[in-house]
């Protein structure tokens, strides 16, 4: 669970951003699921990004991409540049 005064700082990456619409839901329901997982903090926020990144390259507010294999693939991009 997260531990009440956790903080830091986790910056936004550049991506394509074809459409806003839904990028909160997901960052939101990203957070849920690292929360119902009982993940850190520092786990669970990039997890979440990772959930709003998808969603802001899809042309749906409810992103048919998003799924765990996606956002895995999107968490393990984190450390390389995108093109």
Do not use: K, Y
Request: charged content about 10%.
């Amino acid at each position: 669970l997260f531990r009440s005064g956790d903080r830091g700082h986790c910056p936004a990456r550049a991506v394509p951003v074809v459409n806003t619409s839904g990028a909160g839901d997901a960052l939101l329901a990203g957070l849920v699921q690292g929360q119902l997982q009982a993940w850190p903090l520092a786990q669970a926020v990039p997890w979440a990004m990772a959930c709003a990144e998808i969603t802001l390259q899809s042309l749906q507010a409810n992103a048919p991409e998003l799924s765990l294999a996606a956002v895995e693939r999107q968490c393990a991009m984190a450390h390389s540049p995108i093109p």
